[in-house]
């Protein structure tokens, strides 16, 4: 009989593919209407995504078959939500980021922020959390824990041998070189106590280790999710809420751009990274701060063993070759490009150089991002450039590019871009079949719930239920109902939109929610219980803190005290009653 | 002297770098010498057509110059460029290769070529018969690089065991060029370079330093082996370029037509993958035959005489040993997997639905959805989808039952991760440049310009003009990437058949055709280049038999163009849909549309 629910189990994959658009099919045949069929269209799409049994870009290109076979959307209209502004800024940050990653640029800059910080143990844990949540903001999440995590495990190797020696009283012979003679008699008193000392102590501390590591482990993966909220190109669900923004409101003059994102998005995310370290600090390494800052007896070569790996790894690197000076450069020309082209509070290049006749941009951030890759696959990665082909004496050969298009194909995750444009053309179908107009109309009540309520309610819904989805799919499916619910209760649509989308990084309870917690999870010594534990909190202070900074910083980068004229839409009732504030004042 | 060539070698060396920095600067007079908008879309166009013809960049990404470049010269926002590199036209792309890729991947198209040659025999003309045919039915649904990539091997073990030992140590050394080619089709992303085509004339060079050294011995029967051998090879790579014409997705310029059409005349529903093959497969059948007739008698002239003379034991025997050699590459496949079954089933469907949607003579089935909402692409990722998820093992109801058997769960035909990585995901972004292109030129006032300066061409014979321009394009498709060929071409013909008042189709169609026809030279396609490197072709042997298959199909596009194509597109009149476009580009008397062409 159990043998049986194996079978089951093993071919549940075809099972749902094939039960699934049955089981709901009395939905659509039931209320013959475009609301139903789009509704069907978007039901059996989140069924496939939670439960994966299509791969997620395999589901995304659903909207391609079904709109056009329902008659809600024609095939030319659906394709074009697949690749639009946002898909391209996508490509280009994401080219950069290759170009990163390739010339291990990532690693140097981990390797020489490590190196400053220092290797006490609370500082240690603050030194990997700003390094990765930094190069998070940048690079994918994916790529910067598959980097930091192996650097992690060799700084705790370290720390162990080096405890085990102060215990056994055998100190290398480096360190009693380096040490004054009257070290030596304190090494003694040492040995003595270490030795009149019971078992006890060396299994506290053997426990105490295994506590620091698991604290290290969790605070990369956790760290690496929060430093991705930072940047609009950081991680894929902000790029979902700026084309849903832009597909759902096209009359908005480009709200979020990467200047407005980082304005909101950056202090959000200092203030979490704080509060994050500070409770896995207290989690994992008690509460004892005097020692937690390396304050007392023995620290002292320990801590001059973990500086030592660090600095050897770095070592190791070499000086900085060309290339990486190269990209560099790229990388902070790119990021001062994005921040001045549109700033919002004095007109940039983009507005001044390129505007249209509604002195608006016809430049965007995707320009900017494609710009620089293109320059990357023009400098060459070498200077002087010109060397012998190895194969062929005699014949010049010139060095490769910074880029070439065969690392961009093999690294690029097309499937994202997909899965990106797949939620575009569902938003759309939404708004074409008229299923967001119903929504909308369903979710009047909530107008009598206070605004701020709604955004606690909703962002803790959604950091929920990313615990068990895909951050992309989730964000995907809300984003749309929220743009709806804002505007039939005459809220500013981002108040609501901006919350979610970061709640919906905020993936701390499971291995599955997001790949860096997969990464570090298989790296063997977590428990699910341990990420559980660690992660529930995380998740109410993430949520709180969102909250914050929408209630206050928020609130003039974008105007969320006003519901704006590009939200308007004919059956809206705010045309009747425009409210002169929507948000609680004091 | 030796100063001045080692300063050679290093300017050649750099060339890349160096146009990449000067070709700008050299057309910088453009941006002055036109008005502003017109000349600015003029200067990014040929800047991407020189950069596409020297492959400075990447092809793709120079495809996407138009998202940096036409935003800062306020031709096109952003938000408008972006949207053109998907349109459905590259969603049917990309399920044509993701379809390609669940063949590959399961062997499918191997098993079919062996079957075909185990039909056709060993005789040398119809063995280049047989591999003529089955390298084109492949190439009209596999890409072109793929169908020569597969058949080259094939080809070169059937000729071994028909020409014995005596070979044997000369083919030694170029074991590995037959390998590098099977590896550049297995990647499937290689483009030809400046330097490969260095490298492979190199290579030529070494055959010629052999040659003479075999001369004494038996000239004559020397010759006609190497006759075949150059038959064989240059049979392969020409059939795949003919096959890909057959279909709308066997080759990227049938598809950059399709988009561009949808772009300048949105109201044209004429082409789409029935109609298409109705016009196209005949004419490929009927070159198929030509070309087969001149390769057989350039290179297998001598089996001609040679068969009227007598055949000898030995090529009996010969040709024994090849059939052997085919019958065992089609045993060592094995028995037909459930996974084989399922691919063929699925392939089939996906070919007959395409046909049947919109067939033009018949209501298809389309017919019983919304109009105008279904297109041949959600036909395409349709059948797909199902390739995702459809087991590759067959389902055993006593699996159910045998609690004793692993538990193990089945693979889908095709997963995300190999579909990643053989779907050539540069051609697709090369599409969409060349859409963005044209929108460009569209936007800026850019095609309307360049008809006001063809105004003179009107009073050409629509007839000779249709010569003319197929000549040019199969001749700069030499030098030229295909599809960067098509795209900077097709923008022109659009505009050109307004200003003549003739059928846009009557123009676009030979273009689009034309450039797939690159015989001459190995750099003009892949499947030259992976031929050229086995290293027993010389590009005087490309050169000479290209030139006249260019010519025939010139003259064969021009027949096809004035009988079956003028029912199929009704080319006997100006469309409305092309009204639209002329009613705006130019205030034109409508008596002047009730007779555009001659039919005789």
New interface residues.
Partial sequence: MA??W??L???R??LI?LCLPIFLLPLPLIVQTKEAYCAYSIILMALLWCTE???L??TA??P??LF??M?I????K???E????T??LFVGGLMVAIAVEHWNLHKRIALGVLLIIGVRPALLLLGFMLVTAFLSMWISNTATTAMMLPIGYAVLEQLQGSQKDVEEGNSNPSFELQEASPQKEETKLDNGQAVSVSSEPRAQKTKEHHRFSQGLSLCICYSASIGGIATLTGTTPNLVLQGQV?SIFPENSNVVNFASWFGFAFPTMVILLLLAWLWLQVLFLGVNFRKNFGFGEGEEERKQAAFQVIKTQHRLLGPMSFAEKAVTFLFVLLVVLWFTREPGFFPGWGDTA?A?KKGQS???D??VA??I??IM??I?SKIP??TEDPKKPGK???PPAIL???TV?DK?P??ILILL?GGFALAKGSEESGLSKWLGDKLTPLQHVPPSATVLILSLLVAIFTECTSNVATTTLFLPILASMAQAICLHPLYVMLPCTLAASLAFMLPVATPPNAIVFSFGGLKVSDMARAGFLLNIIGVLTITLSINSWSIPIFKLDTFPTWAYSNTSQCLLNPPNSTVPGH | MAALAALAKKVWSARRLLVLLLVPLALLPILFALPPKEGRCLYVILLMAVYWCTEALPLSVTALLPIILFPFMGILPSSKVCPQYFLDTNFLFLSGLIMASAIEEWNLHRRIALKVLMLVGVQPARLILGMMVTTSFLSMWLSNTASTAMMLPIASAILKSLFGQREARKDLPREGDESTAAVQGNGLRTVPTEMQFLASSEGGHTEDAEAPMELPDDSKEEEHRRNIWKGFLISIPYSASIGGTATLTGTAPNLILLGQLKSFFPQCDVVNFGSWFIFAFPLMLLFLLVGWLWISFLYGGMSWRSWRKKKSKIRADAEDQAKAVIQEEFQNLGPIKFAEQAVFILFCTFAILLFSRDPKFIPGWASLFAPGFVSDAVTGVAIVTILFFFPSQKPSLKWWFDFKAPNSETEPLLSWKKAQETVPWNIILLLGGGFAMAKGCEESGLSAWIGGQLHPLEHVPPLLAVLLITVVIAFFTEFASNTATIIIFLPVLAELAIRLHVHPLYLMIPGTVGCSYAFMLPVSTPPNSIAFSTGHLLVKDMVRTGLLMNLMGVLLLSLAMNTWAQTIFQLGTFPDWANTHAANATALPPALTNNTVQTF
């Fill in positions: 043998t049986c194996q079978a189990w093993a071919y994959s075809y593919v049994a299509l791969p870009a395999v290109l659903f391609i078959i056009p076979l008659g959307m024609e095939a030319s659906v394709c074009l697949y690749f639009k502004d898909n391209i832009n390129f249209n016809m430049v965007s995707g320009t494609i710009f890759s293109l696959f023009i060459p450039g010109l010049l050969k010139a070439t298009w065969k194909n690029m097309w499937n444009g």
